[in-house]
């Protein structure tokens, strides 16, 4: 039988599709290893990429404003903060803001705090890592941590930087303030680097170490802050109980006026707003209620109540105070 030498045979087509089989195999293979060595790679790299740490507003003394991109709004739990903004607290105010390891920044009246840069780094098989850079323009600034904050392992990298002087903060707790007069700083627990142009750095790193400096007056050694100085300290930055504190899960409610005009409503809602208290408007049937809600307790939501009647341009005559059931 003759046999065409360029028709292959049944033996040698099936040879051929053999080898065309494995060869395609082979291709498979090594492809899916490169994609699998690619996400590998990618993964790593996003495990250990910096990403944008949350700082929340966990609590608020009214009156009180977060400032972002120059524009201003009323502060209010459970707000997020990113970069460049600024949380703002009034005469009598103060804010309470949560990090993403869990510590807490406290800050007093009449403060004024920027979030430069806050970031956090999650590297497999590493402790979490997060690097903060603040500037506290003016007004009290105390940052602690705790239990919680501590058993997460988080390794922590804060500057904070004042008037006169850039603080590295390698403690746990420690308070500091600056405005047209002086800068100030006591650490509680822990260490902190008190670094000024060309001068040796400050080492503060024992309970109730004191550093302080005044405009305009030589710099003096470090020194220790007396009992009656860490009590005045730590309350400049505590919340007052019944003095218009809004938190998480707050179930008061002030409320500020009910309108019948949508037009009155809302601009007794932009007054509170713009005067720092987060006001929302709720209608229905026909009346627009301005309210003020998670207020913490029923003494706070009347302090808010007094605070905004005592204005009259506030146009706040009547009001009440509810039990926010829901």
């Known amino acids: 039988?003759?046999?065409?030498?360029y028709t292959p045979s049944v033996k040698h087509t099936h040879s051929i599709s053999q080898h065309r089989q494995g060869f395609y195999r082979t291709r498979l293979a090594r492809y899916l290893r490169a994609l699998m060595l690619i996400a590998c790679v990618g993964g790593l790299g996003q495990a250990t990429q910096a990403a944008a740490a949350n700082t929340v507003v966990e609590a608020?003394?009214?009156?009180?404003?977060?400032?972002?991109?120059?524009?201003?709004?009323?502060a209010q739990p459970g707000q997020q903060l990113r970069d460049n903004d600024k949380a703002i607290t009034?005469?009598?105010?103060?804010?309470?803001?949560?990090?993403?390891?869990?510590?807490?920044?406290?800050?007093?009246?009449?403060?004024?705090?920027?979030?430069?840069?806050?970031?956090?780094?999650?590297?497999?098989?590493?402790?979490?890592?997060?690097?903060?850079?603040?500037?506290?323009?003016?007004?009290?600034?105390?940052?602690?941590?705790?239990?919680?904050?501590?058993?997460?392992?988080?390794?922590?990298?804060?500057?904070?930087?004042?008037?006169?002087?850039?603080?590295?903060?390698?403690?746990?707790?420690?308070?500091?303030?600056?405005?047209?007069?002086?800068?100030?700083?006591?650490?509680?627990?822990?260490?902190v680097a008190v670094v000024r142009d060309a001068k040796p750095?400050?080492?503060?790193?024992?309970?109730?170490?004191f550093w302080v400096v005044f405009t305009g007056q030589p710099e003096q050694p470090a020194g220790q802050a007396t009992p009656d100085q860490l009590a005045k300290f730590i309350g400049q930055a505590e919340m007052k109980q019944g003095s218009g504190i809004?938190?998480?899960?707050?179930?008061?409610?002030?409320?500020?006026?009910?309108?019948?005009?949508?037009?009155?409503?809302?601009?007794?809602?932009?007054?509170?707003?713009?005067?720092?208290?987060?006001?929302?408007?709720?209608?229905?049937?026909?009346?627009?209620?301005v309210r003020i809600n998670q207020l913490a307790t029923r003494e706070d939501a009347e302090a808010v109540l007094a605070r905004l009647q005592a204005n009259p341009e506030w146009g706040v005559t009547q009001g009440r105070v509810v039990w926010a059931a829901n």
């Open 60 to 74: 608020v003394q009214l009156p009180a404003w977060v400032e972002r991109q120059g524009q201003r709004s009323a």
């Open 90 to 191: 009034a005469d009598g105010a103060r804010m309470l803001l949560r990090l993403q390891d869990r510590s807490v920044i406290k800050l007093g009246e009449k403060t004024q705090l920027q979030i430069d840069a806050m970031a956090v780094r999650q590297p497999r098989g590493e402790p979490s890592s997060i690097t903060s850079s603040l500037r506290l323009i003016t007004g009290v600034f105390r940052y602690a941590t705790d239990y919680t904050s501590k058993a997460l392992g988080y390794k922590r990298e804060l500057n904070l930087q004042m008037a006169t002087a850039t603080l590295g903060i390698r403690g746990t707790d420690f308070w500091s303030m600056t405005d047209a007069e002086h800068d100030a700083v006591c650490v509680f627990d822990g260490s």
């Open 1 to 5: 039988m003759y046999t065409d030498p």
């Open 201 to 209: 750095e400050i080492v503060l790193d024992k309970p109730g170490a």
């Open 246 to 289: 809004l938190l998480q899960g707050g179930r008061w409610r002030t409320v500020a006026g009910v309108r019948t005009r949508v037009s009155e409503a809302v601009a007794l809602r932009l007054r509170l707003q713009t005067a720092g208290y987060p006001a929302v408007m709720v209608s229905n049937n026909g009346r627009h209620e």
